[in-house]
């Protein structure tokens, strides 16, 4: 399994409707991209969010999903009017279950 981790600062003047937009737009994104395999994305309720407001993690089989993903159209039509709205975080990492015995 591989895991995109992310964390948005909202620059001034981005309203709560907008910030509940992107919310909305970023869980589409797994109905609208076959490489998501899940998703899990809201706002940050956290006090040692240290400024970010948002946060989300997605699934993947592996990396080259991943990067499929990045380079979707429907995931670049996204960032298109996103990045301009946010400071952005991102971590990526190939990840396993503890198996318990």
Not at 50 to 70: H, T
């Amino acid at each position: 399994m591989y895991v995109h981790m992310f964390a948005f600062r909202f620059k001034p003047g981005v309203t709560k409707a907008t910030k509940d937009e992107i919310v909305t737009a970023i869980r589409a994104l797994q109905d609208e991209i076959p490489q998501v395999l899940e998703t899990f994305v809201g706002m940050n309720e956290s006090p040692r969010g240290a400024g970010y407001e948002l946060g989300g993690v997605m699934k993947f089989a592996d990396a080259a999903a991943c990067e499929a993903y990045g380079a979707h159209p429907v995931h670049q039509k996204l960032l298109g009017w996103l990045k301009p709205l946010i400071e952005p975080i991102e971590v990526d990492f190939t990840a396993s279950l503890n198996a318990q015995s």
